[in-house]
């Protein structure tokens, strides 16, 4: 009955939704944003989201050049990467919606695209969901967590439980902006703490809106193996490219 009053929106671009049952994001956004998200190469880095470019084999088909001699050090850890889309427009701009908008049905289309895109991905699904955890700084000022909303509509779709408070931010470090990426691991490092020891026959997904070095992730990930994680999967909307 609301629907025949007051048609659908799309999130993204507000347009009207005139097919919302078409498949499983069309209740969220019209066909012309759903088109950009088809079609476009998903060929990632499995460790890291970086997109491998039009001849992958040149990375050794899975991962970067980054991430292809750290992977070979640490075979008794299993990690994979999901990522949905690089962060470019309009998808950043979508990302800022969510941050600093309010856009709270942005957050439940990111969810869902980024619960779509893990069961695509052909990796083990995780058994539960971690929200990398934001300042208290920052959740008074936005009164929400995007990560914990993206975690949550995810969780929803692939099914699984999602725990907000089993990793925390203990403090609050400089500005990343202007940082590379071994300033930004230097300056997180020790910021992330697990909660409560992690069971090691549990595969963990960590998620984020964007990967942006990966130094925020990995310093979760460092968090989630010192308290016992094994398999953890990361799981992001977007991943900045090279």
């Not at 079609?39 to 039009?54: A, E, I, K």
């Not at 990375?59 to 050049?65: A, L």
């Not at 999901?82 to 309010?102: E, H, M, N, R, S």
């Not at 020891?197 to 549990?202: D, E, H, I, N, Y």
Request: hydrophobic residues 40%; contains cysteine; positive net charge.
């Amino acid at each position: 009955m609301g629907d025949a009053v007051l048609p659908r929106r799309c999130v993204a671009c507000h347009a009207g939704i005139k097919n919302p049952h078409a498949n499983q994001l069309a209740r969220f956004a019209c066909c012309a944003c759903i088109h950009l998200l088809e079609g476009m190469s998903n060929v990632r880095c499995r460790r890291c989201g970086l997109t491998l470019g039009p001849r992958p084999q040149a990375f050794g088909w899975t991962h970067c050049r980054h991430c292809k001699p750290e992977v070979a050090g640490n075979v008794d850890q299993q990690s994979g990467c999901v990522v949905c889309c690089d962060y470019t427009a309009p998808f950043d701009q979508w990302i800022a919606q969510l941050k600093y908008g309010k856009a709270h049905g942005l957050g439940a289309f990111m969810g869902t695209w980024l619960g779509l895109n893990t069961q695509k991905a052909g990796c083990a699904l995780p058994d539960l969901l971690i929200p990398v955890p934001g300042s208290q700084e920052k959740l008074k000022q936005r009164g929400y967590n995007q990560a914990a909303l993206i975690a949550k509509h995810a969780g929803r779709h692939i099914q699984r439980p999602v725990y907000t408070d089993w990793l925390v931010k203990t403090g609050e470090a400089r500005a990343q902006a202007e940082l590379g990426r071994g300033e930004r691991l230097h300056n997180l490092r020790g910021l992330f703490r697990a909660t409560r020891p992690m069971p090691a026959g549990l595969r963990i997904g960590l998620v984020d809106d964007v990967i942006t070095t990966g130094a925020t992730l990995q310093s979760c990930e460092a968090a989630l193996r010192k308290a016992g994680a094994k398999s953890i999967l990361l799981m992001a909307v977007c991943r900045t490219p090279e």
